[in-house]
Antibody
Framework: EVQLVESGGGLVQPGGSLRLSCAASGFSFSNFWMSWVRQVPGKGLEWVANIKEDGSIQYYVDSVKGRFTISRDNAKISLYLQMNSLRAEDTAIYYC???????????WGQGTLVTVSS | EIVLTQSPGTLSLSPGESATLSCRASQSVTNNYLAWYQQKPGQAPRLLIYGAFSRATGIPGRFSGSGSGTDFTLTISRLEPEDFAVYFCQQYSNSFTFGPGTKVDIK
C-alpha cells in the first residue's frame, strides 16, 4: 500500500524558516517524480514544486522561487521542502504527492499545516 | 499560465441523480493532460480521472471524464452518498494549475 506521511509543519514567524519532510512507503520511491502541493484551508489547491526521480531537476511555482527548495533522499525514501523567508501568504496545508506522467498526482499524504504569523 | 474555470460553483443534487461538472481552460490543454480529484472535508484530494478520461485505480465506473482542448467534463452518474464532496480539475500540459472547485452537496 502506498503511503506518504508528512511532518514538520507548525507556527513560524514571517521571515522564518521551516523544513517539511515526507516519508514514503509501499512503492519504489526512486522511480517516481515527487511533488509538493499546498492548500489554504477551505480554499483551492496550488502546485508548489516537483523533483525528478534522481533529484537532478526541480521545478517551482513562481511565488516560491528563490525561497523554497525541494529535495529528496532516495536512500532514506524521503522527500523534503526547505522553506525560507516565509510570508503570511505561505500559510497552508502542504501535501506531499506522487507525480505520474509528468504531472498528475495519484497518491497524496494527509498534509501538514504551516502557519506563518507573528 | 493556463487558468482553469469550473462551473457551477455549487451543485445541489439528490442521491441517485447524475452530476455534470465543467472545467474550462484559458488555452488549449495539449495531450488531454487534464485530471480530476475529489476532496472531502479534512481529507487529502483523491485522484479520479487522468488524461481527461482514464479512471484511476479503484475508481467506480459511475465516474467518467470527457472533453478535449479547452472544455472538459466530469460526469457522476447515479450519485451515491459518499460522492458529495468538492471536485477539482487540474491541467498538466503547461506547468500545473488547478481549478477553484465545484462543491456537490445534498439537496
Amino acid at each position: 500500500e502506498v503511503q506518504l506521511v508528512e511532518s514538520g509543519g507548525g507556527l513560524v514567524q514571517p521571515g522564518g524558516s521551516l523544513r517539511l519532510s515526507c516519508a514514503a512507503s509501499g512503492f519504489s520511491f526512486s522511480n517516481f517524480w515527487m511533488s509538493w502541493v499546498r492548500q489554504v484551508p477551505g480554499k483551492g489547491l496550488e502546485w508548489v514544486a516537483n523533483i525528478k526521480e534522481d533529484g537532478s531537476i526541480q521545478y517551482y511555482v513562481d511565488s516560491v522561487k528563490g525561497r523554497f527548495t525541494i529535495s529528496r533522499d532516495n536512500a532514506k525514501i524521503s522527500l523534503y521542502l526547505q522553506m525560507n523567508s516565509l510570508r503570511a501568504e505561505d500559510t497552508a496545508i502542504y501535501y506531499c504527492a506522487r507525480a505520474r506522467d509528468w504531472g498528475y498526482f495519484d497518491y497524496w499524504g494527509q498534509g501538514t499545516l504551516v502557519t506563518v504569523s507573528s | 499560465e493556463i487558468v482553469l474555470t469550473q462551473s457551477p460553483g455549487t451543485l445541489s443534487l439528490s442521491p441517485g441523480e447524475s452530476a455534470t461538472l465543467s472545467c474550462r481552460a484559458s488555452q488549449s490543454v495539449t495531450n488531454n493532460y487534464l485530471a480530476w480529484y475529489q476532496q472531502k472535508p479534512g481529507q487529502a484530494p483523491r485522484l479520479l480521472i487522468y488524461g481527461a478520461f482514464s479512471r484511476a485505480t479503484g475508481i467506480p465506473g459511475r465516474f467518467s471524464g470527457s472533453g478535449s482542448g479547452t472544455d472538459f467534463t466530469l460526469t457522476i452518474s447515479r450519485l451515491e452518498p459518499e460522492d458529495f464532496a468538492v471536485y477539482f480539475c487540474q491541467q498538466y500540459s503547461n506547468s500545473f494549475t488547478f481549478g477553484p472547485g465545484t462543491k456537490v452537496d445534498i439537496k
